[in-house]
């Protein structure tokens, strides 16, 4: 499980638009919900953007309709045990 905390990045989905859309996240009420900013295609924001969105979390089955916010793939933990994939510093041979 990812730990949401103010002011990373996700997507989000809803009914509208299939397309994953940008979203800050805003407030964090519990692991699975959220408030956040929400941009369209044009980097513009939502004026009234849904609240207490569900965050879906690695592993866990989108649901089968929005609105909903997921992680983006590079933030989901990778076999070297960080979520960006990448090595720890000071770990590598030169």
């Keep these: 499980m ?7 990045v996700v997507y989000f989905y809803d ?5 994953p859309q940008a ?3 805003a ?3 519990t692991d699975t919900c959220i408030n ?5 295609s044009n980097g513009i924001p939502l004026t009234y953007p849904p609240r207490s969105i569900r965050l879906v979390q690695p592993g866990e089955e989108r649901p089968p309709e929005g609105p909903f916010c997921e992680w983006m793939p590079y933030q989901v933990k990778k076999p070297t045990g960080s979520e ?4 720890a510093a000071g770990n590598q041979t030169i």
């Design 15 to 19: 009914n509208s638009n299939p397309n």
């Design 36 to 40: 956040a900013a929400i941009f369209d």
């Design 27 to 29: 407030a964090v009420h």
């Design 84 to 87: 960006s994939g990448e090595k």
């Design 2 to 8: 990812i730990k949401p905390t103010v002011g990373r």
């Design 23 to 25: 979203a800050i996240i």
